[in-house]
């Protein structure tokens, strides 16, 4: 559904639901690490004909053209929650070019075996958010205590399923650029990130984007920097393409013209030279001068510099007790005062 079709009335009704049972269409996924809650995000990207499967026992309340399933057990406050993510949907789609919003389904479970089931026991158990690009579904662990964690996987599921929607089918858009994309939404990248990125690029270590790809045949550690990394890449287009790089992209792939043309547009660079160029990006802001002078080196400096003179202080204190401790406590005291002491200790 287009944007302009998002200022009628809302309406909402509550109905019983049974989720579809489709066939698994394999393709790629991503994984990545939340620093805020340590939980891990799998974001399962279907292109083929693949939905989300599913079991009797779901309530469905609907409002402009988003479907949002729980089951009847867990349903209390899905009316909030269904309001919050209508808007969440408008603000990525505004964030994108303002591109069509399709009419989106969204499971929200709490229990692992719901979300097996949905999934068909092909997520991880680690796994809190897949995505359905094709299907136009998005299945989201609910755990409690993180529902700022939920909504931010939310934003990113949805880039997904907008993104794929906006551009021709035909269009193939690289891993590295859909997934950086997402975490750009989503508002995903936190300062530890910063220290691998910085690791693997003071070691050579760092992934080609291309290679990015073949995640699927990656270990945790290195799909962890291969997401990082696209995102620093996608960082790397607004820096050279200015606050509306993204949208203008985005709109370029909408035209039907390829990736690699909407790149060139938006940074007067082949592949291969934003390739080379990404690759002296990372390395200036993450090489061991940046990291140095970085503003959050400065501040992680000044906390240490106060834990070090803290444990100074207090080893200094620590010695002075010792000391007194081992000091003769009669000493200066008054000669009768402690010899009166004295003969009462004999």
Known sequence: MSSS?????????WVRARPLF???????????????????????????????AGRDGFSEVRSRGLSLLIPDAESGGASAL?????????EVAQE??????PAITIYAVRSDRDFRDLTQNRIPHWGVGVAYP?????????RAGQSTALLQTARHEFSHILLHHAVPKTTRIPVWFNEGLAVWVAREWRFQQSFKVAAAALSDGLIPLRDVDAVLGFGAGRAHLAYDQSYLAVLFIVTLGGERALPNLIDSLRDGVTFDVALYRITRTSPAAFETAFAAFVGNRFGLQALLTSEEAIWLYIVMLVVVVWLGVR????????????????EGLPLWLRAKIKRERE
């Open 134 to 142: 094709q299907a136009k579904t998005i299945v989201l662990r609910r």
């Open 315 to 330: 080893h200094k204190n620590c010695r002075t007790i010792a000391r007194w401790d081992e000091e003769d406590t009669l």
């Open 82 to 90: 269904l309001d919050t993510l209508v808007a969440l949907q408008s």
């Open 22 to 52: 489709c066939r698994w269409v394999p393709s790629f996924s991503s994984i990545w690490g939340r620093a805020s809650s340590r939980a891990l995000v799998l974001c399962l990207l279907l292109f083929g004909g693949g939905q989300a």
């Open 96 to 101: 994108l070019g303002d591109v069509p919003i």
């Open 5 to 13: 079709g998002r200022s009628r009335p809302m309406k909402r009704r």
